[in-house]
Every structure is written in structure tokens, then in C-alpha cells.
């Protein structure tokens, strides 16, 4: 939905967007936020046990978001990787890698405490801007 603003917002399938009140994206002019993602389609957790699969998984719900705003994943010039557990970082990092190897946004990867479902491994977030 957009605004008078020029404010976009983009739902997802998320469980958790309308109890928290967020959106998977926002678009604001040419740049996109797309919020901490996580593996969960339709409500289920995808991937437990694998983070290279739930890495995946993040980034294809991400390009999907950026496709509704109207980007693309060669506009990504930032990742946040969240992990539950540094030890998975090569699985996650070459499932990123598959994606952004020639893209090369800046990225950090972080290990947390703990995501919103005990079964997440990893949480991504991005952003975009639209040339």
C-alpha cells in the first residue's frame, strides 16, 4: 500500500507483522528496508535444523519483498545476518554468498541471544537503493 507520502509499505505472510505492527518492507523514495527476516512460511518454521536451507529461504522471501517495492537483488548495498550460533556462519555465509557474490552488499554477521522462534537459526535484514 502506498501513501500520499510516497511511503510504500509491503505486507508479508509473517504471523508476527500484525501483532507487532511492521511491515516485511517499507519503501520510502528509491530506497527499500526490508525487515528481519527469518524462515517461516505461512506460519511454519522452513529448514529447522539447516541453516544453509533456512539462509535460502530468507533471501528468496527478501527478493520477493524488493520485487514488490520494486527492486531487485542487485540494488541490496546492505545485509544484517543474524545467528543463533556462529558455529553455522559457513553455511550461511555461502548460501548469502550464492546470492550476493557479485552484488557484494556490506554486511555484518551476528551471533544473538535467541530469535523469535526457537527453531530459527538465522534472521537477515536489507536494504536497497533503486538507481
Known amino acids: 500500500m502506498s501513501d500520499d507520502t510516497g511511503r510504500q509499505n509491503i505486507a508479508g505472510s509473517s504471523p508476527w507483522e500484525a501483532l507487532v505492527g511492521y ?3 517499507v519503501r520510502v523514495g528509491q530506497v527499500v528496508h526490508v525487515a528481519g527476516t527469518t524462515a517461516t512460511l505461512g506460519g511454519e518454521v ?3 535444523g539447516d541453516p544453509g536451507q533456512q539462509t535460502r529461504v ?3 522471501i527478501i527478493a520477493a519483498a524488493l520485487a514488490e517495492a520494486g527492486a531487485r537483488l542487485e540494488d541490496v548495498v546492505r545485509t544484517r545476518i543474524y545467528v543463533t550460533d556462529m558455529a553455522h556462519w559457513p553455511e550461511i555465509g555461502r548460501a548469502h554468498g550464492e546470492v550476493f557474490r557479485h552484488i557484494r552488499p556490506a554486511a555484518s554477521l ?8 526457537p527453531r530459527h537459526l538465522v534472521e537477515i ?3 536497497a537503493m533503486i538507481l
Open 110 to 117: 551476528v551471533q544473538v541471544a535467541a530469535l523469535i522462534d
Open 58 to 60: 530468507v533471501l528468496d
Open 46 to 48: 522452513v529448514g529447522v
Open 125 to 127: 535484514e536489507a536494504e
Open 23 to 25: 511491515s516485511r518492507a
